[in-house]
């Protein structure tokens, strides 16, 4: 059965490949590409392998310059691979913003790049849509403590490993979120007196380590397969006593809604993502946001009064 060139696409998706901008400059103009598919063809002598779309409005520089760079991009350097990729921007205002160099071809490198390969064109071959390039790499500079930003699934990715103080940090912020929803479910009153005990105690948790969990969650740190399932098993325990809470309510009548699940997890999702915005020089103090993120709260899960009947008994 041949494969579709949809079914190719959609199975390349799932292979995470590190982004790189090739680059070159002839003539007194530069120009670049961003691409994925870079790959090393043998060390000795170093030789590396660069396939460019035949379209591609960089490609004519490149080959008539004879040489070209490749820049493996940091983690937080996307903003570079969408520059080099949209065929909006001109040539020269693709390397606006960043700092580039000549190693010894003169072709451009990024000062600041995980990596930059210096290669003039050993070769060339033809390969469907595309053209095969090999380099012969005659000057290179590597930043090892740099973690390259990746391509996944259509879009920017980074591969970051989480150190062992950063776990232990965001792991007791989680142990901290139990404890907050604990404290709610032992205090006495109704179950909304429950739930916005649990309200203020979680958002107080998030603001006062706001920049731990943004460091955190914004670059999606690998951890390592025990410490993940280890966070993981705190969080459901997390899950599982909020979702209790508002179980309870349902049971007595306060709250009004059909899935708790569901419930507990907007609400968490409402208050934990609190630090995408918040900071200490904001427009509110924490004891305001807490008191608006309850009445939110209670709103969403609340039973509502009847409406009274239009019709009159006779």
Known sequence: MAVTDAQYRQGMRQLAAAVSVITATHAGA???LTATAVM???????RLAVAVNKNASALPLLLASGCFAVNVLRYDQDAVATRFSTSKLSAELRFADESWIALDTGAPVLADAAASFDCGIASTQEVGTHLLIIGDVRALQVS???????????TWASLIQANSAAIAQYGEIVAKSIQAVDQAAARNGSSADKLEEFVRGFT???????GITRGFLNH??????????EINEAKNQFDRKLRQLIEDGMR???????????????????????????REEGRYSPEQIAERLTGMVINMVRARAAHPSSEQEV
């Not at 090892?144 to 259509?154: I, M, R, T, V």
């Not at 107080?204 to 706001?210: E, Q």
């Open 30 to 32: 530069r120009n670049g």
């Open 40 to 46: 090393s063809v043998c060390a000795d002598p170093p």
């Open 144 to 154: 090892p403590s740099d973690q390259p930003l990746l391509f996944l699934d259509g």
């Open 204 to 210: 107080a948790v998030n603001i006062a380590h706001s």
């Open 220 to 229: 999606e740190p690998y951890l390592p397969p025990g410490k993940l399932a």
């Open 252 to 278: 007595s009548g306060e709250f009004d809604l059909h899935d708790p699940s569901l419930t507990a997890l907007a609400i968490t999702g409402m208050v934990s993502w609190i630090h995408r915005w918040y």
